[in-house]
C-alpha cells in the first residue's frame, strides 16, 4: 500500500506560535484526510482534501493539498493550549501517517 | 464519534488466551476498519471491510482475525498467536466510495486491552 511519511514526529510550542505538520506520500493520492487525537481520546476527523492544490481553512487551521497531490500540510496559527493533541494525516488507502504531537506551553 | 460503540472500554486477559473486541455502528455506513495503536504511536490497519460477508487483511492481520456478518457489526478476535497483543484497539467506519478510496472515518472510543 502507499506510505504516507509524517514530520515532525513532535512539536513543542509557546502559546501563540505557529505550528505546521507535513505529511509526504511516495504515490499519488486520490485524496488525504486529517485527523485529531486529544490525550486519551481517540481520532476524529478534522477535514478531506480532494483536488490538486486545494487550500482549506477552518478558522485558525489550513489546510493543503499538493499540486502532485503527493503531500500535504496543516498549519496552525497562533496556537492554544486547546490545540493540544497528536494530529494525522491519512491517505485513500487508509493508511495513516505517524502522527505529529503537539504540545502547547501556556 | 457518535454512532460507533466499542466495548468494553477496558480488557485485561492472561496470556494464551483469544479475546474478541466489539464494534457497532448505526452510522449505515458499508465500511469499517480495525486500527491498532501502540503508546506514542500511529495507527496500523489489521483489517478492513468494504461489504457485509467480505472483509481484507490490513498491514498487521497475522494473529488477528474478524467477521462482517451484519452490516452494523465488525468484531475483532485477538487469537494467542498475536506476538504482543497489548494495545489500544481502534475501530472506525466510513461510506464506501470504491474507486476514490475512502471517505472519512468515524472512530468508534476504543478498547484499552491489556495481556498480563
Known amino acids: 500500500g502507499q506510505q504516507v511519511m509524517q514530520i515532525p514526529q513532535y512539536q513543542h510550542v509557546q502559546e501563540g506560535e505557529d505550528f505546521t505538520t507535513y505529511c509526504n506520500s511516495s504515490?499519488?493520492?486520490?485524496?488525504i484526510q486529517w485527523y485529531k487525537q486529544r490525550p486519551g481520546g481517540h481520532p476524529v476527523f478534522l477535514i478531506q482534501?480532494?483536488?490538486?492544490?486545494e487550500v482549506k481553512k477552518q478558522k485558525r487551521l489550513t489546510f493543503q493539498f499538493g499540486e502532485a497531490k503527493k503531500n500535504s500540510s496543516l498549519h496552525i496559527t497562533a496556537t492554544q493550549t486547546t490545540d493540544v493533541g497528536t494530529y494525522f494525516c491519512?491517505?485513500?488507502?487508509?493508511?495513516f501517517g505517524a502522527g505529529t504531537r503537539l504540545t502547547v506551553k501556556p | 464519534d457518535g454512532g460507533i460503540t466499542q466495548s468494553p472500554k477496558y480488557l485485561f486477559r492472561k496470556e494464551g488466551q483469544n479475546v474478541t473486541l466489539s464494534c457497532e455502528q448505526n452510522?449505515?455506513?458499508?465500511?469499517m476498519y480495525w486500527y491498532r495503536q501502540d503508546p506514542g504511536q500511529g495507527l496500523r490497519l489489521i483489517y478492513y471491510s468494504q461489504i457485509v460477508n467480505d472483509f481484507q487483511k490490513g498491514d498487521i492481520a497475522e494473529g488477528y482475525s474478524v467477521s462482517r456478518e451484519k452490516k452494523e457489526s465488525f468484531p475483532l478476535t485477538v487469537t494467542s498467536a498475536q506476538k504482543n497483543p497489548t494495545a489500544f484497539y481502534l475501530c472506525?467506519?466510513?461510506?464506501?466510495?470504491?474507486?476514490?478510496?475512502?471517505?472519512?472515518?468515524?472512530f468508534g472510543p476504543g478498547t484499552r486491552l491489556t495481556v498480563l
Open positions: 472506525a467506519s466510513s461510506i464506501y466510495t470504491g474507486g476514490s478510496g475512502a471517505d472519512t472515518q468515524y
Open positions: 452510522l449505515n455506513h458499508d465500511a
Open positions: 482534501l480532494v483536488k490538486s492544490g
Open positions: 504515490t499519488t493520492l486520490s485524496n
Open positions: 491519512a491517505g485513500s488507502d487508509m493508511r
